[in-house]
């Protein structure tokens, strides 16, 4: 089946030891999102990919980065995780439609300790 | 600024009971509304809404968007303790670079007794 999935689903980190989360998807969509989503809080877009285009969100810390080698993956990079940055990261896809609404696609998302 | 806000925060109901649960917005640009339930896990899709008043259905749960008034509401009939999750409503938006972006409200947590 198509899907978006994320790897791994659990991640333990030591503080200030970078870390990587992965997203691949099968359906081919032209929008890969990141959103981190803290506990007992609505997810928040960090970034996003239009094709090769990234955009950042004004209020994403520096410290979060993102590639899009190719059309089916998208790595979020953690440079120098905190205990802050412990939350659910979750990946989604969509592909934009000109009339009519948005396919959108969630991954299962990666819950990120930082110990 | 662009907000997104749902009420109420949190709710506790019976089973069987019926609910309404209440997304307000204001944005620019908005291109369609999304109901999603959120467990212990990602959130599981819902309901999309692009048009006003036409109410979507999926078994005991409907949706409609008032783009005029904007806002939407999920209703909840005949409710059941695996309803118990947060309900969160996202907007997305159409123009310029926040093209097909969400942004979701603050969610409701339902919870549903026995």
């Known amino acids: 089946d198509a899907m978006v999935i994320q790897n791994p689903r659990y991640q333990v980190t030591q503080f200030g030891k970078p870390v990587t989360l992965s997203c691949s998807q099968t359906l081919n969509h032209n929008v890969m999102y990141w959103y981190q989503q803290k506990s007992s809080q609505a997810p928040k877009l960090l970034f996003h990919?239009?094709?090769?285009?990234?955009?950042n969100e004004a209020d994403t810390p520096d410290n979060f980065q993102s590639r899009r080698p190719n059309t089916s993956f998208c790595f979020l990079d953690i440079r120098s995780p905190g205990l802050g940055d412990a939350a659910m990261y979750l990946c989604a896809t969509s592909r934009l439609i000109i009339r009519g609404g948005v396919g959108y696609t969630f991954g299962s998302g990666t819950r990120l300790t930082v110990v | 600024e662009d907000k997104v806000v749902q009420s109420p925060l949190s709710l506790v109901v019976h089973e069987g009971d019926t609910v309404t649960l209440n997304c307000s917005y204001e944005v620019t640009n908005f291109r369609s509304l999304l109901w999603y339930k959120q467990e212990k896990k990602a959130p599981t899709f819902l309901f999309m809404l692009?048009?006003?008043?036409i109410e979507k259905k999926s078994g005991r749960l409907s949706s409609i968007l008032d783009k005029k008034e904007l806002f939407s509401i999920l209703n909840i009939t005949a409710t059941q303790t695996g309803d118990s999750a947060v309900y969160l409503c996202?907007?997305?938006?159409?123009?310029?670079?926040?093209?097909?972006?969400?942004?979701f409200g603050q969610g409701t947590i339902l919870t549903v007794h026995p």
């Open positions: 990919y239009y094709d090769k285009d990234f955009n």
């Open positions: 692009t048009s006003s008043g």
């Open positions: 996202a907007v997305v938006y159409a123009g310029g670079t926040s093209y097909g972006k969400l942004t």
